[in-house]
């Protein structure tokens, strides 16, 4: 078996192990492939994956960065690393450094409803609360299925932008873009 046959098998065993709630064992596997392969960033990943899984998210950090600036993730992998990294800052009170990685994410994968709903969180953490709610208001309308959403989705992308727009009453409601 060739080393990346090894790597290969020794990582998707890591990551079983972890799926099916064995994140110790998974973490101790990660952790020794980090150790041969400290460049690899799929490894890098999965290791600050199980890290997070475990409660160990300081010990996730560095991980989801080395993940971050190596090459070789997959698409839905880099997405999950900047969800991870940004969800771990926050939770440790890191808002500035969270709300900096998940507008990096969005760089990336813009309009990403996952990545806009945890940066929301991260502003309104960070003392920006309007534009956190202007934020969800606006994933709301974009990705909600509910049909009355969907019938006020105008006025709620509209209001986003301008959350202490007053009537006068003798205004018309389409003219407010209800």
Known sequence: M??????????AEAVRLREQ????QARERLMALVERYPEDAEVAYQTAWAHDTLGLEAGAIPFYERALS?????REDRHGAFLGLGS???????????????RRGLE???EDPALQTFLSMA???SGEGREAVRL????LAATSGDRRVQDY??????YADDLDAVWSADEKPDERGD
Not at 92 to 102: I, K, M, Q
Request: aromatic letters at 8%; hydrophobic letters at 30%; zero cysteines.
């Open 21 to 24: 709630g064995q994140a110790e």
């Open 108 to 110: 990336e994968f813009p």
């Open 136 to 139: 969800l208001l606006r994933t």
């Open 2 to 11: 060739s080393d990346g046959q090894e790597r290969d098998a020794a990582l």
């Open 70 to 74: 190596g090459e070789g993730l997959s």
């Open 153 to 158: 989705r105008r006025a709620i992308e509209y």
């Open 88 to 102: 771990t800052h926050r939770v440790l009170g890191r808002y500035e450094s969270a709300v900096e990685t998940l």
């Open 123 to 125: 502003l309104y953490n």
